[in-house]
């Protein structure tokens, strides 16, 4: 029986009305953690916006958390983006409010009510990423680093399946990435599914996984001696 999380099937990604990958087939099984590797404008970014649906999939299969990509209606889209967790690579923190309210938020949006069910949420994904002292800052009060890890508990807080995290260590510091990368290993470790778009190749040495490039308009899987 398969586990298949997440699987395109001769898909064609656009950038705008351009074509820029073709002929794209992914697997991915529960509990894998997967690269995407390759050169700025090779396509990765729309790749990964394709999968969390902000880019239509116009040609070819694919399906996501038990969605099917190509059917998926404007309505379908936020209870998608529920089982699966984002991050980004510029943290996207609300500016305005502390931690606290910035996980409190996702959770509103997300359909939660209950005061006391948010509080232990918040609290138990911010001790997960070592963030829980820091449960009252705002994002400006802490560190890239910091505010990345909140970054990866507000993608836990649903509880996801999936984590598809998209330069996640673009602007941090080598040490920095080496933290929030401990961060990812020990969530996927923990039966989390992560597929991870990174141009940082010391991380794929130090964390080897499955790797696959985009390049010349394809993408193909990659040992970790090519790269």
């Known amino acids: ?49 394709t999968l969390y649906a902000d880019l239509d999939l116009k040609d070819g299969e694919g399906s996501i958390v038990d969605y099917n990509l190509r059917s998926l209606k404007e309505s379908d889209i936020p ?71 909140v970054a990866i508990a507000r993608a836990l ?13 673009g602007n941090l510091d080598p040490q920095t990435s080496v933290e929030v990368m401990e961060v990812l290993q020990a969530i996927n470790q923990n039966g989390r599914t992560i597929v991870m778009a990174t141009h940082d190749y010391a991380l794929l040495l130090k964390y080897p996984a499955k790797t696959l490039k985009c390049d010349e308009g394809k993408v193909f899987e990659v040992v970790q001696k090519t790269i």
């Open 79 to 149: 209870y998608l983006r529920r089982k699966i967790g984002i991050v980004f690579q510029d943290f996207k923190l609300l500016p305005d409010r502390n931690i606290f309210d910035n996980l409190h938020f996702v959770l509103k949006a997300t359909g939660w009510e209950n005061e006391t069910e948010m509080s232990n949420r918040i609290n138990d994904v911010l001790e997960r990423v070592g963030m829980l002292q820091h449960i009252q800052k705002m994002p400006h009060q802490i560190s890239g680093g910091e505010q990345q890890r």
């Open 1 to 49: 029986m398969s586990t298949s999380i997440l699987k395109l099937q001769n898909a064609t990604i656009y950038q705008e009305n351009n074509a820029i990958l073709s002929n794209v087939t992914i697997d991915v099984e529960k509990g894998e953690f997967l690269y995407l590797i390759g050169k700025t404008g090779s396509g990765k970014s729309s790749l990964m916006k």
């Open 157 to 169: 807080l649903n509880d996801p399946v999936l984590i598809l995290a998209d330069e996640p260590t």
